[in-house]
């Protein structure tokens, strides 16, 4: 059997290695502890501060193409106008939309080929017009018009100038289609 005093000198032993190496961890590993922090710290700055010019150059160059684009879109407006506006200058489109789609730009853009764009409502006469239907779904009240088919449905709002413009290729050649059957009859 071990004696009591053995136990207690071991005991004493670890408590003097712990006291020691505490005393020696907080005191002599501080000073590089300290430093090795700055480092980390000032290379996560200079890290942050690349990313923050790097985002800056990114918003620069974002709004730059935006207005780029804006630029290129309206000469493809112009283009547009200029090819459709002998065709379609003087006819009349009506223009039903089902709440929630708001063809505001496809008006904008047939009245700037000298279209008359007239709104639509339930029952009203399509004479000498062609009709847009901005729907999802197909009203019910599209069935009840009188033949030949003189309206066009349009489930998605065109929002790029080449959807814009089969859009404008498609109304020309159903106006142009209207105004041959009304000079044969």
Not at 68 to 76: G, K, M, Q
Not at 100 to 127: A, F, H, K, N, W
Not at 137 to 157: D, F, G, K, T
Not at 171 to 176: E, F, R
Request: charged residues 25%; aromatic residues 8%; proline residues 5%.
């Amino acid at each position: 059997m071990i004696p009591f005093r053995y136990h207690l000198l071991s005991l004493a032993a670890v408590f003097c290695a712990m006291g020691v190496g505490i005393l020696l961890g907080g005191m002599a590993g501080h000073s590089w502890f300290t430093v090795g922090e700055q480092e980390v710290l000032a290379k996560m700055e200079a890290k942050y501060d690349r990313a923050l010019k790097s985002n800056n150059e990114l918003k620069q160059q974002m709004s730059r193409l935006l207005m780029e684009v804006e630029r290129s879109n309206e000469e493809v407006i112009h283009l547009m106008a200029m090819r459709y506006s002998q065709d379609l200058s003087g006819s009349r489109v009506f223009v039903w939309n089902q709440p929630g789609l708001q063809p505001d730009s496809i008006t904008r853009l047939l009245r700037s080929v000298g279209v008359d764009v007239i709104p639509y409502q339930e029952g009203d006469s399509l004479e000498n017009g062609l009709l847009l239907v901005f729907a999802r779904n197909e009203p019910a009240w599209l069935s009840e018009l009188p033949s030949p088919r003189r309206w066009v449905q349009i489930e998605q709002m065109p929002d790029s100038p080449a959807k814009q413009w089969a859009l404008l290729e498609k109304v020309q050649k159903m106006l142009t289609e209207m105004r041959v059957e009304h000079e044969k009859s």
